[in-house]
């Protein structure tokens, strides 16, 4: 999925990224807005991961979204 459907789909995938990664707050999933590179931050930042730790993550949610 481009950064482009992620975007316009947002609004309709976000409660599943918040069931995915559930120390993600509503407020913060909402300020990701879709953003590719504030997930996988914000992922980093709540989990304690590194950067590629969590983009195989999000990779691996958007394959299955």
Do not use: C, F, H
């Not at 481009?2 to 999933?29: F, H, P």
């Not at 504030?38 to 958007?62: P, S």
Request: glycine share 10%; charged share 35%; hydrophobic share 35%.
């Amino acid at each position: 999925m481009n950064t482009d459907v992620i975007k316009g789909k947002w609004t309709q995938i976000k409660g599943e990224a918040r069931s995915q990664w559930g120390k993600l707050t509503d407020d913060e999933v909402d300020q990701i807005a879709g953003d590719r590179d504030k997930l996988i931050g914000k992922i980093q930042e709540k989990y304690g991961i590194a950067r590629n730790e969590a983009e195989a993550q999000v990779n691996d949610w958007l394959s299955k979204v």
